[in-house]
């Protein structure tokens, strides 16, 4: 079964922690991104990377930490600079070029609460 | 990137067909128009895509005008399960770095 997976569902931490979340994807796709999604609101680009060892900023990086060291695996690090962290975070996937690349396949999400 | 308006929220009822109308002005001339559609506590999910005149898929159909300024996203007797918050998004079709707005939030009632 081909898809994105991230974990866990939820997770609470206390102020001042910092936190990984997982994602993960057996589609062979090139492309991973996360996003944020706030109450209401429609989703905000915090980071992608269109090819292993290399990611950028989206328009809400800063507060966050990425990694790419393998295709399938992207990794998002919530650090305690974030000043509002609480909100439901979605991981996505999608070929890196051509046709197609502009369908991304999301994962189920994770929901942080920090208190 | 082509910025895109939709409204905000539309109702219906069960049975009933559904458009949600995009604008999207400035539309480049090889930019392909994309809807979403996302569940609560879910990732959005890809409906359907489209560059002109007609597409239509198991789900959904998509009509583009030939000025291609807008486009509507047609969905054919609603249930309750099809209430979701549906975006739509412009850009190339081998691009990927979209802006997800707020969306059109339908909600279909029995």
């Known amino acids: 079964d081909g898809g994105i997976t991230q974990s866990p569902k939820y997770l609470f931490r206390k102020e001042g922690q910092n936190v990984t979340l997982s994602c993960e994807q057996n589609l062979n796709h090139d492309a991973m991104y996360w996003y944020r999604q706030d109450p209401g609101q429609g989703l905000r680009l915090i980071y992608y990377?269109?090819?292993?060892?290399?990611?950028q900023k989206g328009d809400i990086a800063e507060g966050y930490s990425v990694s790419r060291e393998k295709k399938e695996s992207f990794p998002l690090t919530v650090t305690s600079a974030q000043k509002n962290p609480t909100a439901f975070y979605l991981c996505?996937?999608?070929?890196?070029?051509?046709?197609?690349?502009?369908?991304?396949?999301f994962g189920p999400g994770t929901r942080l609460t920090v208190t | 990137l082509a910025k895109t308006t939709q409204p905000i929220s539309m109702d219906s009822y069960e049975g009933q067909e559904v458009n949600i109308t995009c604008s999207h002005n400035n539309i480049a001339t090889n930019d392909y128009i994309t809807w979403y559609q996302q569940f609560p506590s879910q990732g959005p999910r890809f409906i359907i895509q489209?560059?002109?005149t007609k597409v239509t898929n198991e789900v959904a159909s998509l009509f583009i005008p030939a000025d291609r300024k807008s486009s509507t996203l047609s969905l054919p007797r609603v249930s309750l399960s099809d209430t979701a918050v549906y975006y739509c998004?412009?850009?190339?079709?081998?691009?990927?770095?979209?802006?997800f707005g707020s969306g059109t939030k339908l909600n279909v009632k029995p």
């Open positions: 990377s269109q090819i292993v060892n290399d990611f």
């Open positions: 489209g560059y002109k």
């Open positions: 996505a996937s999608s070929p890196s070029t051509g046709q197609g690349a502009s369908e991304q396949y």
């Open positions: 998004l412009v850009g190339p079709s081998n691009f990927n770095k979209f802006y």
